[in-house]
Each structure stands twice: as C-alpha cells, then as structure tokens.
C-alpha cells in the first residue's frame, strides 16, 4: 500500500492497492473525530468516526486510527478501488464545541 | 427519507450585494451548521444553531449571519459581498447540538455563490 506523510494534498495509487491518509489534529481536548469523504459536485459524507478513548476502529473496507500522543488520525482504505476517488477530510471536535475540519487530501485511483 | 436540501444551487452576485441561502434539514433534525468552503481556506465553520438559537459560531466577520426558524429550516445571509466570498457554503444537519456515532453531520450539496 501507499502511504502519505502528514498532511499531503494528494495521493495517487492502483485499483487494488492500500491507501493511508494521514491528519493532524490540533487541539489535544478533541475527543470525537470523524472521516468524510467528498466526491465533486458534492457536500462531504460520512465515512467513520472515533472517540478518543479508542485508538483503533473498523468499517467496510476503512479503519481508522487514532494516535493521541502525537495527535494523528490515520484513514486506511484496503483494495483501494476507482469509486474511492475523492476528497477526505478528516475532523475533529471537544464537547460542545463545533466540528472543525482539515485540509482535504485528494485520492486518485487509476485502474 | 430526504436529505439535507439547499436552495439555490448556484448563483451569481456582484459586489456590494447580499445573498440569502437556504437549508432544509433532515426531518427531525434541530441542530444545522454552516460551513464555507474555498480552495485555499478549506471548510470553516460559520455557526451553528439548535433550536433557533445561535449555539458556535466562526471567525467571520458580521456580513455572515444567520437564522433558525421553529421548523428547524435555516437562512444564512451575506450582506455586502466581496469578491472572497466566492465560495461553496454548504449546510449540515444533526439530531442535536453533541457529537457521537449516532448523531454524525450530514451534509446537503452546497451552494455555490460566484461574486462578481
């Protein structure tokens, strides 16, 4: 699989493939955070999401990882497949307060 | 059961203008958020409202305001328009105001407002 660094605009792989997206959250009293996936010509969907008190949680083909040490979230897609081509943010947000995103990272997948 | 819905889809504004935009919520959803989205500012939170009362809001200045009505339906306004505020604003709603797996944002398709 292919894997980014923190934060890179972009990220392009082959059907097939594993992909990795990394983020960085800011702010260390953020206790939810959330995956969301935005195709073009449209508002972001929900992927999966994670609260602090865990570090691992698991989807359809995503996981999410949660590091809170060094404040990263990671988004692992298995068998990367054309139909995952898109914009992911990732966002976080402490109680009460609203959910605050961050720089996207654009998945191309060729087949 | 239908998402969240925005009205207008496009539209095109000159400077000086204002602007009203229009979000209805998922059915028995009382919490909608407003977020503009821009290339190079990615997606900032404007406000939030929950029960028409303004609950967050953003580091935008006072030209962007917004409203809740009883139906849980909100308005968001931008008087003066700049060219900057070129954008897609899109709105997103909720059970209620507390983040958790069963109360995830939702987003509708956006508004997009050209200024110029």
């Known amino acids: 699989g292919e894997s980014v660094g923190l934060h890179l605009p972009t990220l392009s792989v082959q059907e097939g493939d594993n992909s990795i997206i990394n983020c960085a959250y800011s702010n260390s009293a953020s206790d939810y955070f959330i995956w969301y996936k935005q195709e073009s010509g449209k508002g972001p969907q929900f992927i999966i999401d994670i609260r602090s008190n865990m570090d691992k949680r698991q989807g359809q083909r995503v996981t999410v990882l949660l590091n809170k040490t060094v404040k990263h979230l990671s988004l692992q897609i298995a068998a990367t497949q054309p139909g995952d081509s898109a914009v992911y943010f990732c966002?976080?947000?402490?109680?009460?307060?609203?959910?605050?995103f961050g720089k996207g990272t654009t998945l191309s997948v060729s087949s | 059961k239908a998402g969240v819905t925005q009205t207008p889809r496009y539209l095109i504004k000159t400077r000086g203008q204002q602007v009203t935009l229009s979000c209805s919520p998922i059915s028995g959803h009382r919490s909608v958020s407003w977020y503009q989205q821009t290339p190079g500012q990615g997606l900032q939170f404007l406000f939030e409202?929950?029960?028409?009362?303004?609950?967050n809001k953003g580091n935008f200045p006072g030209r962007f305001s917004g409203r809740q009505f009883s139906n849980s339906r909100s308005e968001m306004n931008v008087s003066t328009l700049e060219l900057g505020d070129s954008a897609l604003y899109l709105c997103?709603?909720?059970?209620?105001?507390?983040?958790?797996?069963?109360?995830?944002?939702?987003f509708g398709a956006g508004s997009r407002l050209t200024v110029l």
């Open positions: 997103a709603s909720r059970t209620g105001p507390s983040a958790s797996g069963a109360n995830v944002l939702t």
């Open positions: 409202y929950f029960s028409e009362t303004q609950r």
């Open positions: 966002a976080e947000t402490a109680s009460g307060t609203a959910l605050i």
